[in-house]
């Protein structure tokens, strides 16, 4: 099996709403293949808001890919103050150390109604015997995990926190556009708390700035719901030329032979 026509995470959805007869010939994927996967998961298991799915400092037996919903990973430094370490949304996977049988390094927790395929460790080891590309695809969500912490490595060392905030709505818009949705429509399901706690900044800030972007007609939010009206500024003001490079580097892990 190769995932270059359908990634791990959208088989996963699919192998719910159609024939494995369908697929196969949709995708050219042998049946008993996609079957075996088919056996490994579980799920979409439903979750309400707040429903710890990782809890720091434990091992886990089990990865998950979420089908719906947004999930925070997050911590407590010395001070007791909570930091959030990454979100999650749509067809993300949660729990990766699981694969190398390691601590989780945050608790991830639903910030809303959701659900989740749930796919356990010693299921997929199995697996692999019988779906070739099966063991590729799990390195690259490895891969690409470590990605996605660099990034956010990278976001802390903006010193403006305009750019910060920017830059993060740069990049939901391209989650969207990535899904073939409407890259300037996106609905923020975390909280301001949440996003303050993500990018380092205090929730005040955050709301100033939303504001500010909002007087500047750079965005509008409405409820939770963000629409870009001008791109541009929201890419001039992130100001980080090599965002472009880094998804392009994510989207070589995800399609390297």
């Known amino acids: 099996m190769h995932f270059t026509h359908l990634n791990l995470a959208g088989l996963l959805s699919a192998l719910c709403a159609y024939e494995l007869q369908w697929l196969s010939a949709r995708y050219g994927f042998p049946e008993s293949e996609l079957k075996r996967i088919r056996d490994v998961v579980h799920g979409p298991v439903p979750v309400k808001r707040g429903d710890v799915i990782c809890r720091q400092g434990e091992v886990g037996?089990?990865?998950?890919?979420?089908?719906?919903g947004s999930f925070k990973a997050s911590a407590a430094d010395a001070n007791g103050r909570e930091l959030v370490g990454d979100l999650y949304f749509e067809e993300d996977f949660l729990g990766l150390e699981s694969l190398g049988r390691r601590p989780f390094q945050f608790t991830i927790e639903a910030l809303e109604p959701g659900s989740v395929f749930r796919l356990a460790v010693a299921d997929l080891t199995a697996a692999q015997v019988d779906v070739p590309g099966l063991e590729r695809e799990l390195l690259a969500l490895v891969s690409r995990e470590v990605w996605r912490r660099s990034e956010h490595r990278l976001l802390l060392?903006?010193?403006?926190?305009?750019?910060?905030?920017?830059?993060?709505?740069?990049?939901?818009?391209?989650?969207?556009?990535?899904?073939?949705?409407?890259?300037?429509?996106?609905?923020?399901?975390?909280?301001?708390?949440?996003?303050?706690?993500?990018?380092?900044?205090?929730?005040?800030?955050?709301s100033r700035l939303f504001k500010r972007f909002a007087r500047r007609e750079v965005l509008e939010v409405k409820s939770r719901r963000v629409r870009l009206r001008d791109p541009?500024?929201?890419?001039r003001l992130a100001g980080r030329k090599y965002l472009p490079v880094l998804l392009a580097a994510l989207a070589a892990l995800e399609l390297a032979p």
Do not use: H, K, W
Request: a positive charge.
């Open 232 to 235: 541009g500024s929201i890419a």
């Open 157 to 206: 060392g903006e010193r403006d926190a305009a750019s910060r905030l920017a830059a993060f709505l740069e990049y939901l818009s391209r989650r969207e556009r990535d899904r073939g949705r409407d890259p300037a429509t996106f609905r923020l399901q975390m909280r301001r708390q949440d996003i303050a706690a993500f990018l380092g900044l205090a929730t005040e800030t955050v």
């Open 61 to 68: 037996e089990a990865i998950y890919a979420v089908a719906s």
